[in-house]
């Protein structure tokens, strides 16, 4: 069915998820448990309260993209049909993809390389040596990691789209079904949120820590991640043709937020026993429970935070929302080369994370601003060019 709304609100949670992006992958290189319990080399200078941030971010952030993707895809076939939507996510999606591949992702793997062996080694060369990699590839091949495979970096999220998009006329299907079953009253109960909680244990069971941490970077498609987020995809397509869900996230986003507070610290608990206890397995299920429940909590709460004070046109949720493309594509090699830069001072974490964070934001939003908006890069990730103004600098919108 079409809609004509412009959702401001899911634009602008879009866009801060996206920037979300930049703060995550700054606290990776400061952890004092490296994700997933992979022994990975780390900066020298670590707090535990990186680990907090990033757990805290991972347990929600690539959901609620997929969801939102889910939803906007089926805006987008409501007013343009299969063939047009189609047609536009191979400019939008694809095309980026195999551009990314060939410019951001080299650069991004390079950094990535110099940082670890640097780390490991107490150096600060550029690449290191030969020896030294071969060192950290036998290291990460003994905890499970499969260094013989191409990966794909931040860009892996493109690549997943893609075979999400394969699902869309599945998903117009499941749509057209769902209305005849009037479940306007389910979706409004506390019933759904439990459905889906339950549904996304089964899904996270093959993940240790109960957490994804695992095999979605690759090229060769890692089934189990497939499945964990094309069902977040589905859902949100789902969620446009039952927008009285939308009602349900507002209506309660102060709910779930109280229950996501409850579950966070549970989370990081079961997450870190089940690591340390792989074994047994005796703390999985207590794991896998508690991090699906904490996700749908944030997605409920987040969505119904946004839906409650920012759906309305301003200029600052614009921009977010325009620039957060090539914020996503650009900010990795440039947080990777700043961890670099960074490894042999003798600074507190706290200190070089807000240099990461700061230097690519900086870098990011400028090069948009000044390269990008208006190029014919623009037009490829947008469809058209933009002459926006900072948005401190416009006065045209409340």
């Known amino acids: 069915m079409q809609d004509n709304r412009r959702y401001y609100s899911l634009d602008a949670l879009r866009g801060s998820m996206m920037m979300l992006g930049i703060v995550l992958h700054a606290c990776q290189w400061y952890l004092v448990y490296p994700p997933g319990g992979v022994p990975l080399p780390m900066d020298p200078s670590r707090s535990y309260l990186f680990d907090l941030i990033m757990h805290f971010i991972h347990s929600f952030r690539m959901p609620l993209f997929f969801v939102l993707a889910g939803f906007f895809t089926s805006l987008l076939v409501g007013k343009r049909d299969f063939k047009g939507t189609y047609q536009n996510r191979f400019y939008r999606i694809f095309i980026p993809l195999v551009l990314g591949i060939f410019t951001l992702l080299p650069l991004t793997l390079v950094f990535m390389v110099s ?77 759904l949120y439990l459905l889906l909680g339950a ?37 949100g397509y789902l969620f446009h043709n039952h927008r009285v869900i939308l009602e349900t996230f507002s209506s309660h986003w102060a709910t779930f937020g109280a229950i996501s507070l409850v579950l966070f610290p549970l989370s990081m608990y079961a997450t870190h026993q089940d690591l340390e206890n792989l074994s047994s397995g005796e703390f999985h299920l207590f794991a896998v429970i508690i991090n699906a429940f904490l996700t749908w909590s944030l997605i409920y709460f987040f969505i119904g935070l946004f839906l409650r004070f920012f759906d309305k046109d301003s200029p600052w949720s614009l921009y977010i929302s325009n620039s957060s493309y090539w914020v996503y594509l650009l900010h990795m090699p440039v947080v990777v ?3 670099w830069l960074l490894l042999p001072l003798s600074l507190p974490a706290i200190v070089k994370f807000g240099i990461i964070v700061a230097g690519t934001s900086i870098i990011c939003f400028v090069t948009y601003h000044y390269l990008v908006q208006g190029s014919w890069l623009g037009q490829v990730l947008h469809g058209k060019r933009f002459n926006q103004t900072w948005p401190w600098l416009d006065k045209s919108r409340g």
Do not use: D
Not at 134 to 153: D, R
Not at 159 to 182: E, G, M, T
Not at 203 to 230: D, R
């Open 115 to 191: 940082f670890l062996t640097s780390a490991k080694f107490g150096t600060h060369q550029f690449l290191g040596t030969e020896e030294q990699f071969q060192i950290i590839t036998a290291e990460m091949e003994a905890a499970g990691l499969p260094t013989n495979e191409p990966s794909f970096a931040h860009l892996w999220f493109l690549y997943y789209l893609c075979y999400f998009y394969l699902l869309i006329p599945i998903c117009f299907w499941l749509s057209r079904w769902s209305l005849k079953l009037n479940a306007i009253s389910f979706i409004k109960s506390p019933w």
């Open 199 to 235: 549904y996304t244990c089964l899904t996270l069971w093959p993940f240790k820590g109960g957490a994804l941490f695992e095999g979605f970077i690759y090229v060769t498609p890692h089934l189990p991640s497939l499945l964990y987020y094309g069902s977040f995809f589905v859902l």
């Open 337 to 339: 080369a700043f961890a």
